[in-house]
């Protein structure tokens, strides 16, 4: 079988599935009509995020038995085509929600103990003790929504404090000893901590709006490690402002990919973007929560074994 890499990972996936016997291409420059020109040369496709695999570059895949995203999500595959087509999709979210959980849990901290905040002005010469007195974790609740590899491995991490950790997922029953299933009521009526670890859906997309924000009881603190996409920037920014959101930590944005590095060379940097820029209670990074060093060992491990089961 005939596999095209056409985004780099780590070593081992092409020494391992060389070694299973697997025949392999790597084109990491072509465009994607390049690509689509010669795909149907090939059996597995290994890809992680360079361009959408639509309907279109699928029907020119006409061999393809499997894709292959070194990654967590498949929200830039076309799923349900390419089942229709018979080509099994294996993606790798056990590869990076440890990462994904230790920064989620990071970002609060962060927050909860203003050091962002406090490194600038010490920076700058300022000892200002009282103005960065932080919170402890202990004795909050944390509320994760999307429970499954990602929201599960924050749940992990919160163990060591004294908390309260519930979850809130479409799919029933998968609550455990790390987090008590709730409904959407009981969740926001508790939660001090909002944490999103969903996937990218249509159900998903501009979730946290203002209407989401304001069925809140409490004012709360909110974590995306999840999809820039699920966050509404302009209603959370006015959230910030009125203090329905105590702060927030994004790792993922509305703007990312192309868009975000145009706004700042074209001057056209939105409005509600540029006050989560100015804020001293938001903590943004560059979508790296799963991208560590450990995790692109995992992740491509994880698409190896999931090969070798399915066709070795």
Request: net charge negative; aromatic share 8%; charged share 25%.
């Amino acid at each position: 079988m005939k596999i095209l890499h056409i985004d780099t990972n780590h070593p081992l996936l092409i020494e391992q599935l060389s070694a299973l016997g697997f025949e392999n291409h790597e084109d990491y420059t072509a465009s994607k009509q390049e690509i689509e020109a010669k795909i149907s040369e090939y059996d597995g496709l290994v890809i992680r995020s360079r361009f959408a695999i639509d309907q279109h570059f699928l029907d020119k895949a006409s061999n393809l038995k499997f894709i292959g995203r070194v990654g967590a999500g498949l929200e830039n595959i076309d799923t349900e085509y390419a089942k229709t087509k018979g080509i099994a999709l294996f993606n790798a979210p056990e590869g990076n929600r440890n990462a994904v959980g230790e920064h989620a849990l990071g970002m609060l901290l962060s927050l909860f103990n203003k050091l962002n905040k406090a490194d600038q002005e010490v920076r700058k010469g300022t000892w200002d003790r009282e103005g960065n007195r932080g919170l402890e974790l202990d004795g909050k609740v944390v509320g994760i929504i999307g429970y499954g590899n990602m929201g599960k491995a924050f749940a992990k991490k919160l163990l060591g404090f004294d908390v309260e950790v519930i979850c809130y997922d479409i799919v029933g029953g998968v609550g455990d000893d790390n987090a008590r299933q709730v409904g959407i009521l009981e969740f926001q009526k508790n939660a001090d901590v909002v944490s999103l670890h969903t996937p990218q859906t249509p159900e998903t997309v501009g979730m946290v709006n203002t209407e989401f924000i304001e069925a809140f009881t409490k004012p709360f603190w909110l974590i995306n490690t999840a999809r820039g996409k699920s966050v509404v920037t302009a209603d959370l920014v006015k959230a910030l402002e009125n203090g329905r959101v105590l702060g927030a930590g994004l790792d993922v944005l509305e703007y990312e990919k192309s868009s975000f590095e145009n706004m700042f060379a074209d001057g056209s940097l939105p409005e509600a973007f540029q006050a989560l820029i100015k804020a001293s209670n938001v903590i943004l990074s560059p979508h790296v929560a799963g991208w560590t060093v450990e995790s692109k060992e995992k992740l491509a491990q994880v698409i190896v074994d999931k090969i070798n089961d399915r066709f070795c």
